[in-house]
């Protein structure tokens, strides 16, 4: 089992920024890919960005230039800095990792970006 914590969402004017952190616990061993998924109201969940445990990235294009992802394997952690935030931003974001090609997930974080 593996257990994620988000933390950072919160409100803020367009423009602003925010970063969200992951802590990941539990059997961990093994966690492959790591990433930021949102929801906003009556929309599918979609992925924001994701990290393997090389460093390599993956973003959404509606996302690409403003928001960065991160990776610390050491403290079992993941982040996400975004930047220029957009009211369309506004969403539940989830924390998610892959272990052995299962899904975990966090409980969510809002995050609203007021214009």
């Known amino acids: 089992q593996v257990q994620l914590v988000e933390s950072g969402g919160g409100l803020v004017q367009a423009g602003g920024s925010l970063r969200l952190s992951c802590a990941a616990s539990?059997?961990?061993?093994?966690?492959?890919?790591m990433g930021w998924y949102r929801q906003a109201p009556g929309k599918k969940r979609e992925l924001v960005a994701a990290i393997g445990s090389s460093g390599s990235t993956n973003y959404a294009d509606s996302v690409k230039g403003r928001f960065t992802i991160s990776r610390d394997n050491a403290m079992n952690m993941v982040a996400l800095q975004m930047n220029s935030l957009k009211p369309e931003d506004t969403a539940v974001y989830y924390c998610?990792?892959?272990?052995?090609?299962?899904?975990?997930w966090g409980q969510g974080t809002q995050v609203t970006v007021s214009s």
């Open positions: 539990g059997s961990i061993f093994g966690i492959n890919v």
């Open positions: 998610n990792a892959d272990l052995h090609g299962f899904d975990y």
